[in-house]
């Protein structure tokens, strides 16, 4: 006589590995870059700067497809004409400067050269002041000493005396220009970040590494570099901005870039000298420093706020306690 009960099912296993499938996938939770930058954007801030900043590299990348004409071409017969809008012959956008030549044509061209050199500078001190920041906060007796020495050196010199000091004896140009800027920018990343690194070599996952033998350039790389990180990104986003500002500053006083090439800051020392005639030859170059400087320091505030994870708390309620 059988028995009628009801039978076990055997488990259903994979046929090619012999494991069994999940009953339910997992979902894996988003990475920390993703939430950030997922946090950033949802922040009205950081949502009109990232816009803002799409719309000036689109124009910066573009700049061939958009120009009305070539921006190093002189018309002198064209030469101080206004904006098509307030009345001006020619059809212009943004008229012309003392030279005839198109200042539209000229931003979205001065455009592209001013983030390359914001975005390249601010990469290359970012990268200095993360290595250097992280071994001033290793070896925190010898060499952090000496380098906090010399950053509070540079911290107590004007930039722009320096600025002019080493431009001067290299010689302008963009090479030199960036050289000064990045080299003189690692100091702001070091010494944010040099506290953090002392205190996370005593935490227990990097003693833990140690004693199993990890290396030091791995403890440096694969443990400590992570855990400081935010505070870099947040200072290259806000730096970018500032390193626009400096290298127009020296564009203006002539120590920057050097013609043929031009960016926003050369465009505005070449317009200071008919400032009366065509004000919008300084306007519009001006104007677009300032989007640049404003988009990034929105999104340094908006990437602060996702970093920190108290700002996406609720606001306390004190009816509920």
Known sequence: MTSTGPTKKAPITDQATGTKPAAKAEQRSPGRTREVF???????????????????VIA???????????????????????????????GYLFGTDSLGRDVYSRVLYG????????IITATISAALGLIL????GYYERFLGSFLLRIADIQ??????????????????GIVN??????????????????????QVRRLDFV???????????????????????????VLWSTSVGVTVLAESGLSLLGLGVQAPDFSLGSMLADGQTALRLSWWSVAFPGLALLLIVLAFNMIGDALRDGFNPSAAAKPHNPELT
């Open 38 to 56: 997922g946090k950033a954007w949802s922040n009205p801030t950081g949502k009109i700067g990232f816009v803002i900043l799409g719309i000036l």
């Open 60 to 90: 910066a990348v573009f700049a061939p497809v958009l120009a009305s004409q070539d921006p190093a071409l002189q018309t002198l017969s064209d030469a101080n004409t206004k904006p098509f809008w307030l009345g001006g012959d020619g």
């Open 111 to 118: 455009l592209r050269l001013s983030l390359a050199v914001g």
């Open 133 to 136: 920041g992280i071994l001033a």
């Open 155 to 172: 911290f107590a010199i004007p930039f722009i005396a320096v600025g002019i000091a080493l431009t001067a004896v290299l010689g302008p």
């Open 177 to 198: 220009l960036v050289a000064v800027l990045a080299v003189w920018a690692w100091t702001l990343y070091a010494r944010t970040i040099v506290n953090s690194v002392s």
């Open 207 to 233: 003693t833990a590494a140690r004693t199993l033998g990890a290396s030091t350039p791995r403890i440096m790389l694969r443990h400590i570099a992570p855990s400081v990180v935010g505070p870099i990104v």
